[in-house]
């Protein structure tokens, strides 16, 4: 079987990557090391147009409403996820970026909208999300969790996050007992 390319998205590379981000999502903290090709520059899995697509949609997957939560674009959730996906086998993460194009213009394709998520409000983006979460297309459905387990990985590996879900960081042993 040959590998997945972005403009060939499968039932199977969404479902393997709805239960590789799952099983992800249950990592506490990812070491984010810049990866470096052999001139030097920076290898990204993403484009900046993607990027910035991801950005937006992390947003609102992970927007709580609370002050003392940082912005997405103030900690380095992008670059998990980037990195991330840099290390997933291509069958699996292949279809990441169709899927974002996707999603960019989901509102005109399926709720016949004439503006790109982008462009909506928050709360147009939460109803735009909330209709790939519960459409009646399974794969639909597949690839809103698929963004929302890496919205979750890359956002709350930062530790500036930890506070928001009642985590105090790893165990050390330097460390006393809770009482």
């Not at 670059?79 to 996906?85: A, G, H, Y």
């Not at 929302?148 to 050390?172: K, V």
Request: charged letters at 25%; hydrophobic letters at 45%; one cysteine or more.
């Amino acid at each position: 079987m040959t590998s997945a390319s972005p403009l060939h998205a499968t039932r199977r590379g969404f479902l393997r990557l709805a239960a590789t981000s799952a099983a992800l999502a249950a990592v506490a903290r990812l070491p984010v090391a810049s990866a470096l090709s052999a001139n030097g520059s920076e290898t990204v899995f993403f484009s900046a147009y993607e990027r910035e697509i991801l950005t937006r949609v992390v947003e609102r997957m992970v927007a709580t409403g609370a002050a003392e939560a940082p912005a997405v674009r103030e900690t380095r959730t992008i670059e998990v996820i980037d990195r991330l996906c840099l290390g997933l086998d291509p069958e699996v993460s292949g279809v990441l970026p169709t899927l974002l194009r996707l999603v960019e213009w989901g509102p005109v394709l399926f709720e016949f909208t004439f503006t790109r998520f982008s462009k909506m409000s928050d709360a147009e983006k939460d109803a735009s999300l909330r209709a790939w979460m519960t459409s009646r297309i399974g794969l639909r459905r597949r690839a809103f969790y698929a963004l929302r387990n890496l919205s979750y990985l890359g956002y709350y590996s930062q530790e500036a996050t930890w506070a928001l879900i009642g985590y105090r960081g790893p165990f050390r042993l330097d460390e006393e007992a809770p009482a």
